[in-house]
């Protein structure tokens, strides 16, 4: 079963990654994205998965399904910033007219390279900005992105890679808008996350620049119940312990999700309204807004890229089994 076969969604080719507990099927001309994750042994979907029926609501929000890649993740006050003397100006595209979740939603991304051997099996995917006539038109740098997704057992690892292609250093981040399903039983699952504070947003949605105690998320810190949670939260982890939320159902069932504790510093958590069928994980490497906040990188996570450079932001997903 250490396979990788094709599929169609929409019109779309997949590419669909098998092992005996999983099978994972990617969308690279739309987004790149994990758009099903299903578990074999439990028979359920661990992700929030498109139908077919909603591709023209996929099209246009992409990121509310499966594992969608922002680059950069969350809001940009208006849109604009400034940064080492250059201007940019972001697409306006939500409430306030700020922009929201990034310049990656539905670009094609094209297979370079697929791997099945005794351990795995595995998908490389690329894709140009360059290529982007409206990425270019609002962040003028030419990236190339790679991505692998590598299915080993019950474990998927995403391995990003980010070259900047361009001759002046930009600012960049990138985050994940995780849909797990909770599958409509909130009091069955436990979510643990070792976050240090909380970010103060101000009306806008922004985060202030101040830090607030967890209050009563202090339970993140061993187990907190998801039964009656509407969260849309931004959390600090701070790099000092490991990057990684833990869902936990009663019965031992359960999903560990890990990023680079050297960039992921910040996790939204989103319930979508009072925790019901959905919780988001979502692992940022900059703080919504960094760019126009004023404080340092430390705090903001704001990653300085440099002509030539090359940043690898691995991140997994692992499933987890009760032992008998």
């Given amino acids: 079963m ?93 409430a306030g007219d700020h922009h929201i979740h990034g310049l990656h939603r539905t670009q094609s991304w094209c297979v370079s390279d697929i791997e099945e051997d005794e351990d795995g099996c595995a998908v490389t995917t690329e894709f140009n900005t360059a290529d982007d006539d409206s990425w270019m038109a609002q962040f ?7 991505m692998t997704f590598r299915l080993q057992d019950a474990r998927l690892q995403q391995t990003l890679k980010v070259t900047h292609l361009g001759d002046t250093s930009i600012p960049f981040g990138i985050g994940y808008h995780t849909w797990f399903m909770i599958d409509g039983q909130p009091q069955r699952w436990k979510l643990t996350l070792p976050a240090e504070s909380i970010y103060e947003l101000n009306d806008e949605l922004l985060p202030s620049g101040n830090l607030l105690p967890l209050g009563p998320l202090d339970s993140l810190q061993h187990g907190m119940s998801l039964s009656g949670k509407d969260l849309d939260t931004v959390l600090r982890t701070g790099g000092h312990q490991p990057s990684e939320a833990l869902l936990m159902r009663d019965d031992g069932y359960g999903i560990r999700y890990t990023a680079d504790k050297d960039y992921f510093r ?59």
């Fill in 2 to 94: 250490k396979q990788v076969t094709k599929g169609q969604w929409g019109g779309y080719d997949t590419y669909i990654l098998h092992s005996r507990e999983l099978e994972v099927t990617l969308l690279p001309r739309l987004g790149n994205n994990v758009i099903s994750l299903w578990d074999r042994k439990e028979e359920r979907q661990i992700l929030r998965t498109p139908d077919e029926s909603d591709l023209a609501f996929y099209m246009q929000k992409p990121y509310h399904f499966g594992i969608p890649l922002l680059v950069p993740p969350g809001r940009i006050r208006k849109g604009q910033f400034r940064f080492r003397g250059a201007s940019y100006q972001f697409e306006q595209n939500s």
């Fill in 140 to 146: 003028p740098v030419p990236l190339r992105l790679e």
């Fill in 266 to 324: 910040h996790w939204v958590i989103y319930t979508k309204g009072l925790a019901e069928q959905y919780l988001c994980a979502e692992p940022y490497t900059w703080l919504p807004n960094a760019p126009n906040l004023d404080r340092d990188a430390s705090f903001t996570g704001l990653i300085t890229l440099k002509p030539g450079e090359t940043l690898t932001l691995p991140s997994t997903l692992e499933i987890l089994y009760p032992t008998l």
